[in-house]
Nanobody, 129 residues
């Protein structure tokens, strides 16, 4: 059974950094696209960043200058380095993976939540001003 478990969230002051991790279990991690989404209080869940199976990286415009997404297929791990955090970054952060997918997928496709069939339970990130 495929599972995703996030870690690394916490409370940080504005301007600080956090590194989120997502550990995957089950088969086929390297054959999927993976992504981070977040959901702030009272708001819809939104796209943050994604990596296609072939390694293409996409970011949301609101965070692209401050974050770095990476994956380690050998360790079945997804990471999100977040720098210069702002109070607006406060949210529950979720990692997600697609079913087996082609090497290339467009940004618009990977921004779409419905293409992901496995989600983690989320990790809370709180940024104080």
């Amino acid at each position: 059974q495929v599972q995703l478990v996030e870690s690394g969230g916490g409370l940080v002051q504005a301007g600080g950094s956090l590194r989120l991790s997502c550990a995957a279990s089950g088969r086929g991690f390297s054959e999927t696209a993976v992504a981070w989404f977040r959901q702030a209080p009272g708001k819809d869940r939104e796209f943050v960043a994604a990596i296609s199976r072939g390694g293409e990286i996409y970011y949301a415009d609101s965070v692209k200058e401050r974050i770095t997404i990476s994956r380690d297929n050998a360790k079945k791990k997804l990471s999100l380095q977040m720098n210069n955090l702002k109070p607006d970054d406060t949210a529950v952060y979720y990692c997600a993976r697609t079913p087996r997918i082609a090497y290339y997928a467009s940004r618009d496709y990977l921004m779409t939540q419905k293409v992901y069939d496995t989600w983690g339970q989320g990790t809370q990130v709180t940024v104080s001003s």
